[in-house]
């Protein structure tokens, strides 16, 4: 539980709603160089001139004093809840918000102890206002940077399927990278019930790296993003397998075998249960150990989504 396998930074997301995530950063703790338990949200008042922070009842220091004992750093998640478009143009539109903002994360983050955030706010503009998003971004991570704090951004990958461009690219990349600390890149949920198929084909995982970075001038500042759930495929749709959905899958199914996708590098079950057919794709040893060696050669870390999601031994090959 304490060797490190993998050279480059780790961050490992933990949620409240799967709290086996919290033993996992105590046991294998000296594997992760970055913790991001998803405890906090900015809420905004209703005539849009006041920001708030809600989670702080979820924080628990005497967690966070165990994680840092085992080396890591915890930087925890906050997302921009429940904003409007109105609201985000009233921050970006006037700059006394944007230092009441900024005043605000950077008081938190010192009342709390923390050694930085993981802001989540890109994905939720769907690809609007980029240049005036970035701008508050980079205000805010170079306030950050200056207290001597860390400022992880969430990103959304550059490319879906088909090479359909997405919300984030290599121009944002480059008007940020010299401020943000590093960039947790989101290359999972390649596919969908309306298009079945592999979480996060490898080739596909390496062109969203090269497309952010293909000079390869910062790429230790991307965090490449491993899915540690899966995803059960059926004739009404499906959904997200968790690891001990996947265990008790395999027990009603016993003669059921692995199938290996060489064209994604993912492993894939078929099973028949009494409401159909199910093909799941979920990681396996090989299909995370071929990431991190795709890791180890393209010069990033990585993000894992999330940590109380996989099997234990999982986490031997980081």
Not at 107 to 113: D, I, M
Not at 150 to 167: E, K, R, W
Not at 227 to 243: I, W
């Amino acid at each position: 539980t304490n060797m490190k396998n993998f050279e480059g930074e780790v961050l490992g997301y933990v949620t409240p709603w799967n709290s086996h995530g919290y033993d996992v950063a105590k046991t294998f703790g000296s594997k992760f160089s970055l913790i991001s338990p998803v405890w906090l949200q900015v809420t905004v008042s209703e005539d849009g001139n006041k920001y708030m922070i809600g989670g702080s009842h979820d924080v628990d220091q005497g967690w966070v004093a165990d994680v840092r004992r085992k080396g890591g750093k915890v930087v925890p998640r906050i997302l921009f809840d429940k904003w409007t478009g109105q609201n985000f143009m009233g921050l970006f539109q006037d700059i006394s918000r944007q230092t009441q903002l900024r005043k605000l994360l950077l008081r938190t983050v010192k009342e709390q102890k923390f050694d930085g955030l993981t802001v989540e706010i890109w994905s939720q503009l769907g690809g609007n206002a980029r240049p005036q998003v970035a701008s508050v971004i980079a205000d805010i991570a170079a306030a950050f940077r200056s207290a001597g704090l860390l400022f992880v951004l969430v990103i959304p990958p550059p490319l879906y399927q088909g090479d359909t461009p997405g919300m984030f690219g290599a121009e944002d990349y480059s008007r940020l990278v010299s401020t943000v600390d590093y960039f947790s890149l989101m290359t999972y949920d390649y596919s969908s019930p309306a298009k079945p198929g592999p979480n996060s084909p490898l080739d596909w995982v390496r062109r969203c790296v090269e497309t952010l970075d293909p000079d390869r001038t910062s790429r230790a500042k991307i965090l490449l993003g491993l899915n540690m759930y899966g995803f059960d495929y059926t004739s009404q749709g499906g959904g997200h397998v968790l690891g001990r959905d996947f265990i008790e899958l395999l027990k009603s199914s016993p003669g059921s075998k692995f199938q290996f996708d060489s064209s994604s590098g993912e492993h894939f079950l078929e099973v028949k249960t009494e409401d159909g057919k199910h093909t799941v794709f979920y990681p396996s040893l090989q299909s995370l150990q071929m990431r991190l060696s795709l890791a180890t050669d393209l010069g990033t870390g990585l993000s894992i989504w999330e940590i109380g999601q996989g099997l234990d031994y999982f986490y031997d090959l980081f």
